[in-house]
């Protein structure tokens, strides 16, 4: 007869928690659909937002023609980003996906940042587009680029900083799917630079190795957030 095999608490602590965080994701929808809706009074509480009553929803609620219109990219970046996330088509609720439209102007950038809760799948429309992503410091910050064309495809993995560049002299158009109703965005300069209240200039001045004058005038520039 085989004895039972005991296996200490901290083993069994740490197996849960690589299950958990192997199956992480957004939570599956628990129905067909779950379409967001603010007013709560006669909605049911699921994963997401609030669900508008099933017999409600109507094509409208899936339906967003934001991504038709060019963005303004009169700004110091020189890019525009234009989402359809859960806020701008209710019907994404639970649904675990997003879209984004990103105009360039000559030279323009999409600043490097992140997506905290998806990963991006970017196709360029028109123009050129020099892109990347850094690594995790495990990883050692490894760089990784490419210069797309039109109808080339790149993936930012989630989380990872990445950015886009429009290295043509026409201006560029990008559309972006990810993995999220709400991946969230990161921008690093303006979370380290443009936060509120600042950051305590000693902290950045030896984390970026510069002096506090250095970093006082950086917080007083206006980080520009096109996200």
Request: include cysteine; proline fraction near 7%.
């Amino acid at each position: 007869m085989m004895k039972g095999v005991h296996f200490p608490l901290s083993i069994v602590a740490t197996l849960a928690l690589a299950t958990f965080l192997v199956s992480a994701s957004d939570p599956s929808p628990l129905q067909d659909f779950c379409v967001a809706i603010n007013n709560t009074e006669s909605a049911v509480f699921v994963n997401g937002k609030f669900c508008k009553d099933p017999k409600l929803v109507t094509a409208n609620d899936f339906f967003f023609s934001g991504l038709r219109i060019p963005g303004n990219t009169s700004n110091p970046v020189g890019s525009f980003v234009t989402p359809a996330n859960v806020e701008q088509i209710a019907g994404l609720n639970t649904l675990g996906i997003s879209l984004a439209r990103i105009d360039f102007a000559p030279n323009g950038l999409n600043p490097p940042h992140t997506h905290p809760r998806g990963t991006e799948f970017l196709i360029v429309l028109e123009g050129t587009l020099y892109v990347g992503f850094v690594s995790s410091n495990g990883d050692n910050n490894r760089l990784f680029t490419k210069v797309l064309n039109k109808g080339d495809v790149f993936v930012f993995p989630v989380g990872l900083i990445h950015f886009q560049l429009n290295v043509g002299h026409v201006n560029a158009l990008a559309v972006a799917g990810l993995s999220s109703q709400n991946p969230g965005v990161i921008t690093i300069a303006n979370a380290v630079f443009g936060s509120n209240p600042p950051i305590n200039p000693d902290v950045l001045a030896k984390a970026f190795q510069i002096d506090d004058k250095e970093v006082e005038y950086l917080q007083k520039q206006f980080w520009y957030n096109n996200n």
